[in-house]
């Protein structure tokens, strides 16, 4: 089975890629492949941009990415309630190109702030907007208090509850 992972940030030191790196791990005995989103730069959408110039060749690659996929696993970094600008770009191109980005796959939404309220309100706006675009959404979770919760010297969740309710949510996307 084969599962494309990601964080929908571009920070280098994203959050959401470290979780999203620790739940690839416990992905045993998938073939998960874990992207960052700097390795697809693409300008900014704009309806100009694309009927000058088409579509950049870094969506088509995200794209063929995604379908490559089994199922996708996602962990979403909220900036100002929302998606991080790079993460929406790319998927608005992405979109462009093929309508149903997910392609009736299976999907696991994660998130996670340093804050305590764990990104919730760009997981729900992702939950409640992603089967438009073909996905089944299997398992949401947020995880508040990053840093609180998670153990950087291991890259591992040090809450025993978030891990299991991790391990359960993940558990959806290999059924
Ligand atoms: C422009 C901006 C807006 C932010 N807005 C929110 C927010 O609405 N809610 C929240 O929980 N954290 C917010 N944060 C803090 C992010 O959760 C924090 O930077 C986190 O590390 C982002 O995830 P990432 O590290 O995976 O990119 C914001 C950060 C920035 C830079």
Same mark, same amino acid.
């Given at each position: 089975m084969k599962i494309i992972a990601f964080a929908? *940030?571009? *920070?280098?030191? *994203?959050i959401n890629k470290k979780l999203v790196s620790h739940a690839a791990e416990m992905l045993t005995g998938a073939d998960v492949e874990v992207l960052d989103?700097?390795? $697809?730069?693409?300008?900014?959408?704009s309806q100009d941009h694309e009927a000058e110039h088409g579509h950049p060749q870094a969506a088509k690659n995200f794209l063929e990415k995604l379908n490559s996929a089994d199922a996708i696993l996602i962990s979403f970094a909220e900036h100002n309630g929302s998606y991080t600008a790079a993460y929406k770009s790319l998927f608005d191109w992405s979109s462009r190109i093929?309508?149903?980005? $997910?392609?009736g796959k299976p999907v696991v939404a994660l998130s996670t702030s340093?804050?305590?309220?764990?990104?919730k309100s760009v997981l729900e706006a992702a939950t409640n907007s992603l089967p438009y675009f073909?996905?089944?959404?299997k398992a949401s979770l947020s995880i508040p208090s990053f840093h609180s919760n998670f153990d950087a010297a291991t890259g591992?969740? *040090?809450n025993p509850e978030l891990k299991q309710q991790l391990q359960a949510a993940l558990a959806n996307l290999k059924a």
């Open positions: 929908a *940030s571009n *920070s280098r030191q *994203s989103l700097n390795d $697809f730069p693409a300008p900014i959408y093929q309508k149903k980005v $997910f392609d340093p804050g305590p309220g764990g990104a073909g996905a089944t959404v591992e969740l *040090s």
